[in-house]
């Protein structure tokens, strides 16, 4: 019998492709004392960095910091993580949900997919409902989230979640709601408009200009995460142009500050330009929070830049954001009027999420009405609501509201007492919003590529000079 004989291929060969060009996921708990080290690189362009922070947002991590390096299409981040208490990552079963979202994200297979899926469906069976989202902009104003509500239970919606944002007198909000009596969601085209033109009128109530009066109801999937709802929220605030603040008045959730580094600020964004590279660099201080770089990342992207270089570091309660950028068509305008636009609309970013005030929290069993009688309250007793987030968890609904003096006074604590005494049937918590301490922006330390570079340069010209 004659021998056939055959080149030997590995078998590993097969999957050489996927191992070179990735995304391959690290996560390490050795290499950093205080924080879990997330590594991620791949060869892809642009999409893999807010994939990646969105994976880590709808975990509950905080960012500490981090570092970005795109080029000639590869792409690496390092991300420093933390628990929302301040520890490291323990839970090995955390750890792989980490990796498997990230690798899910790529397309990739992962060994441990029968874990990560077992994960998941335990996440998806607690809060899984069939739901219509109701997307609504405008022009805000003293008690209009409490007529929005209002309308919602009027119409027989039970409001399963909501989140709503308000910055430079612009409202944005995202509502789950479904049929109160079904408990299904509301799919009716005809219903559907009947509740759109409600709430137009009530938007319409309050402006001339119509062109940024929004109403749109669609049925989604029940697992739409929180992070495509913030990201939601973003394009439609960055849609109304609410970086402009034009429409700014007492009831918005704006500041104003003076950026300057000679004194103490919370906020400063400052764009410049790198001429030998082509990018645009964008320098953001503010104090630190939770999804600050969520914040960012998402606008530069809606805005149609791709991050190449960027470095996230955080200290005393201040955070330092320096990104190079450039537009998705690879140029750069490198006009004033470009470098005005980004800087106002990472001011935006920042801002969105922030609001002074009060922090009103209300745990109660979910009802019928419940959110429009809260708010019709609030708003009785001379209050408005700058932010909304309602989140349902089974027979127990979570309402946190951030709310203001409709004249812009300071909220008068004798309020506070009575709405105590007006929710005494609901378990509830109230609490004050305490901004972090301001920091001396000369102060703060961070790893920044611009002083890289130019403490290298001080270094070979030292060197040039010296005997």
Request: charged letters at 25%; proline letters at 3%; aromatic letters at 8%.
């Amino acid at each position: 019998m004659m021998e056939v004989c055959y080149p030997y291929f590995d078998p590993d060969f097969e999957n050489l492709y996927e191992r070179i060009y990735g995304p391959r996921v690290y996560v390490d708990n050795d290499d950093c004392e205080n924080c879990t080290v997330v590594k991620v690189d791949s060869l892809e362009k642009q999409g893999p960095l807010l994939e990646v922070l969105q994976v880590l947002i709808d975990m509950d991590l905080l960012i500490s910091k981090s570092y970005i390096f795109s080029d000639a299409g590869w792409f690496m981040d390092v991300i420093h993580v933390k628990d929302k208490l301040g520890n490291k990552i323990r839970d090995n079963r955390v750890i792989n949900c980490i990796q498997q979202a990230i690798y899910q994200k790529g397309g990739l297979k992962n060994p441990q997919d029968q874990v990560m899926n077992s994960y998941e469906n335990t996440m998806k069976s607690e809060s899984c409902h069939e739901r219509t989202a109701i997307e609504i902009t405008g022009i805000n104003r003293p008690g209009l989230f409490s007529e929005i509500s209002a309308v919602l239970a009027e119409e027989k919606c039970n409001v399963i979640e909501a989140h709503a944002w308000s910055h430079n007198g612009f409202l944005a909000c995202v509502v789950y709601v479904c049929d109160q009596s079904t408990a299904s969601c509301i799919d009716d085209p005809i219903r559907l408009a009947t509740i759109e033109g409600h709430l137009s009128t009530v938007l319409a109530n309050t402006i001339h200009d119509k062109d940024h009066i929004g109403v749109k109801a669609c049925f989604i999937e029940s697992d739409r995460s929180m992070c495509q709802t913030e990201r939601r929220l973003h394009q439609l605030m960055l849609a109304n142009r609410d970086f402009d603040g034009s429409q700014s008045g007492p009831h918005s959730c704006s500041k104003t500050l003076v950026p300057s580094m000679r004194g103490r600020t919370e906020k400063m964004v400052t764009i410049d330009r790198c001429v030998e590279k082509g990018y645009l660099i964008a320098y953001i201080e503010c104090t630190d929070r939770p999804k600050l770089m969520f914040d960012t990342v998402c606008t530069l992207t809606d805005m149609h830049y791709v991050i190449f270089h960027a470095s996230i570091t955080s200290h005393d309660q201040f955070a330092s954001q320096e990104y190079y950028i450039r537009h998705e068509d690879g140029n750069i305008k490198d006009t004033d009027e470009e470098r005005q636009v980004v800087s106002k609309c990472l001011e935006a970013a920042v801002e969105r999420r922030e609001c002074e005030g009060l922090r009103l929290e209300l745990c109660a069993r979910n009802s019928v009405g419940l959110l429009s009688y809260v708010t019709r309250t609030l708003r009785e007793h001379g209050l408005t609501v700058a932010r909304a987030d309602i989140e349902t968890h089974g027979e127990k609904t979570n309402n946190v509201f951030y709310v203001q003096d409709i004249s812009g006074n300071e909220v008068d604590m004798e309020i506070v007492d009575t709405l105590k005494r007006e929710f005494e049937s609901l378990p509830y918590q109230v609490k004050t919003e305490l901004k972090p301490q301001k920091q001396n922006s000369m102060e703060r330390v961070g790893f920044s590529f611009t002083n890289l570079l130019r403490s290298q340069l001080e270094k070979f010209t030292h060197s040039f000079i010296s005997p």
